[in-house]
């Protein structure tokens, strides 16, 4: 079981995690990341979210 | 050293596809030495996983070095007096520079912020199209709508007068134009800088609703002009040579597929993934911003040394094996995220939710209110030499 990690400093709000799942992503008002879920887990569209994300701000790490 | 005619081979096509020469490197070697053109030679980078690798990583693959590089018949002096004049252009920039321009805009090009402008977007579009029924057939696609609908959205956007846009248009067009020569193109650079110029002037005098009058506005104390006038004109000129590349190339390509442009017409549920599949295997960018190593690093198995340039192959590696099955096959109905089209890492296109929205408006819209679209010629008139692949002229009848 993995854990989603977010690193606003490091995102450069490009929207794609919001692309990829809106029920989980969200942009605040300056376009950073934000979660609108509290555990989200690591099902395919979390995989898929960190997979796209190009500024690494989006990671798995093992729990 | 001297200019070349030649075209580089990180920019050689046939038809929409990379050369073949590019996918053998892709599957053999992934990585060659080639020649800029502009007198020095580059590691190309081609395949998806490496490419995501470097572009992920401008520690060590630097944009902002890349103004060391010589230019042939450019001397020091005026070397340095452009790169100075590179403050506010977010490509040339790294880390922690980059962010902090980078941050300043992201607000602007928010899927929600995209989402408000939705409806202007349609009606400009149906303006554009009304203007092309009432002429009626034959019309310049380029002219009539692929160019002038993206470059009025991103003057709005702006606050560029789009009553200059004979002006820009032909500028930016010339400025990525490899056929135009060195000195011809970095004169057109300084005449857009005048242009721009005059803009953040008039814009600090009196700002507007506009994003030049935002930026004027809110960050006014940060930014320097120099800044206000780099970023306004990467904008403007990002704005112009891209979406509309996309709008020409993306209906030449449904056009070949009749299929599948009945899918973009007719199921508005898949245009989304219609937009990601184009955005693929377009790959108009050939290659982005180059980059420097900043120090010895492996590459696909070849070292690749402190100092030595490097350019990624974006159409190469988004038709790489690893990223799609049948990568060669345009399927409209399988577009997913996750290719190359609008880069990787912190320089991944500001843009791109707008042109998203452009595409997805733009292309049903033209393709509902022509049905019977067709090019009038068998031969398309690709612009090989341009920096931004696309379409020189398309003449169509309905």
Redesign the interface.
């Known amino acids: 079981m993995s854990k989603l990690a977010v690193n606003k400093d490091f995102c ?5 995690c ?3 799942d809106a029920d989980v992503f969200d ?1 605040d ?4 990341v934000t979660l609108l879920v509290d555990d989200p887990g690591d099902g395919p569209s979390i995989k ?1 979210a960190v ?2 994300c ?3 701000a989006l990671s798995l790490v093992d729990e | 050293m001297t200019e070349t005619r030649e075209l580089p081979l990180s920019m050689q096509r046939e038809g929409f596809d990379p050369a073949p020469a590019l996918a053998a490197i892709r599957e053999n070697e992934g990585i060659t030495k080639v020649s800029t053109g502009f007198g020095i030679d580059a590691w190309l980078i081609t395949r998806y996983a490496d490419v995501r690798a470097v572009l992920s990583d401008p520690a060590t693959f630097s944009n902002s070095r890349v103004s060391e590089l010589p230019l042939p018949g450019v001397d020091k002096i005026k070397r340095k007096e452009l790169a100075e004049r590179q403050a506010g252009n977010l490509l040339a920039l790294d880390p922690p520079a980059h962010g902090r321009l980078r941050r300043l805009l992201t607000p602007e090009f928010t899927l929600r912020r995209i989402r408000r402008l939705e409806p202007r977007i349609v009606e400009i579009v149906d303006e554009h199209l009304d203007a092309m029924e009432r002429k009626g057939p034959p019309a310049d696609l380029v002219a009539d709508f692929a160019l002038p609908i993206p470059s009025l959205v991103i003057c709005e956007l702006l606050g560029v007068p789009y009553s200059d846009r004979a002006g820009f248009q032909e500028r930016s067009n010339r400025q990525l134009d490899l056929s135009v020569p060195l000195d011809e193109r970095l004169a057109l650079q300084e005449e857009s800088r005048d242009y721009m110029a005059t803009l953040v002037e008039r814009a600090k005098a009196d700002p507007g609703e506009d994003m030049l009058g935002m930026l004027v506005r809110e960050h006014g104390d940060d930014l320097t002009s120099v800044e206000l006038i780099g970023i306004a004109g990467l904008l403007l000129i990002a704005g112009h040579e891209t979406t509309s590349n996309m709008l020409g190339l993306g209906t030449l390509a449904l056009l070949q597929h009749p299929d599948q442009l009945a899918i973009v017409r007719d199921q508005p549920e898949r245009v989304d993934a219609a937009v990601e599949e184009l955005l693929r295997w377009l790959s108009i960018v050939h290659s982005g911003t180059g980059k420097i190593a900043t120090r010895d690093v492996e590459v696909a198995g070849q070292l690749i040394k402190e100092g030595e340039f490097v350019m990624c192959a974006l159409p190469t590696a988004n038709r790489d094996p690893q990223l799609r099955s049948e990568p060669d096959e345009l399927d409209v109905t399988r577009g997913e995220i996750g290719h190359l089209a609008f880069g990787h890492g912190i320089h991944h296109c500001l843009g791109a939710p707008l042109a998203r929205m452009e595409l997805r408006t733009a292309l049903p819209a033209l393709l509902k209110r022509f049905p019977d679209l067709r090019a009038v010629s068998s031969t398309p008139d690709f612009r090989s030499f341009h920096v931004i692949y696309g379409l020189t002229s398309m003449e169509v009848a309905w």
């Open positions: 450069i709000g490009a929207g794609l919001v692309l990829t942009q008002d300056d376009g950073i898929e997979a796209n190009p500024s690494g």
